[in-house]
């Protein structure tokens, strides 16, 4: 079955950085686009960023733009998410998504905390 297992949060200091790392299996990672989002409580889920199948074409959004970079790795079926100059306003639960046949696939979240 699909599985996306995420990792890589904590508490951060603002201005400081993080990797999160998303890994898959169940699906033929090679063959998808894959995007992560982030969740405050109480809010919508966000789209943060997202990575074409091939890894050529990211896409973020312009909160994060500049900050953030999203990569993949298709050998370790792996997808990254690297951030700095983090802020407070970046603080979430962060999922890596992908749609597969029309239905979405999410990860459990990993927690990102930006505070001094």
């Known amino acids: 079955q699909v599985q996306l297992v995420e990792s890589g949060g904590g508490l951060v200091q603002p201005g400081g950085s993080l990797r999160l790392s998303c890994a898959a299996s169940?699906?033929?990672?090679?063959?998808?686009?894959m995007s992560w989002y982030r969740q405050v409580t109480g809010k919508e889920r966000e789209l943060v960023a997202g990575?074409?199948?091939?890894?050529?074409?990211?896409n973020y959004a312009d909160s994060v733009k500049g900050r953030f970079t999203v990569s993949r790795d298709n050998t370790k079926n792996t997808m990254y998410l690297q951030m700095r100059s983090l802020t407070p306003e970046d603080t979430a639960v962060y999922y890596c998504?992908?749609?597969?046949?029309?239905?979405?696939?999410w990860g459990q979240g990993t927690q990102v905390t930006v505070s001094s």
């Open positions: 998504n992908v749609v597969l046949f029309r239905t979405n696939y």
């Open positions: 169940g699906f033929t990672f090679r063959n998808y686009d």
């Open positions: 990575i074409s199948s091939s890894g050529a074409w990211p």
